[in-house]
């Protein structure tokens, strides 16, 4: 019944700016954390940045992405400046309803279908 919904993905040169945002449907929660996962082909799913009691990011994205919630929208955003060609992933939002800025995908429990984000050189 819980639906995350991504959207903001697109192709951006290298050095540019994107913002991702997921939202929830359906049935609500108060979900203790909201975070972002990307999988670039041929490799694993990994942790970029999670909100909840807390922030957490990558190091690969400290300094460059910034993670926000608006818990009455039951929405969190993923503002990306300085984008480099590595960044080039499918970007997936998912939600906790126990875990606090968690890095590991096995903490969270509802997650969206991801959108695509490509950094040109």
């Known amino acids: 019944q819980v639906q995350l919904v991504e959207s903001g993905g697109g192709l951006v040169q290298a050095g540019g700016s994107l913002s991702l945002s997921c939202a929830a449907s359906?049935?609500?929660?108060?979900?203790?954390?909201m975070g972002w996962f990307r999988q670039a082909p041929g490799k694993e799913r990994e942790f970029v940045a999670a909100?909840?009691?807390?922030?957490s990011y990558a190091d690969s994205v400290k300094g460059r992405f910034t993670i926000s919630r608006d818990n009455a929208k039951n929405t969190v955003y993923l503002q990306m400046n300085s984008l480099k060609p590595e960044d080039t992933a499918v970007y997936y939002c998912?939600?906790?309803?126990?875990?606090?800025?968690?890095?590991?995908?096995?903490?969270?429990?509802?997650w969206g279908q991801g959108t695509q984000v490509t950094v040109s050189s």
């Open positions: 909100s909840g009691g807390g922030t």
């Open positions: 998912a939600a906790s309803r126990y875990s606090g800025h968690s890095q590991s995908s096995q903490e969270y429990d509802y």
């Open positions: 359906g049935r609500t929660f108060s979900w203790r954390a």
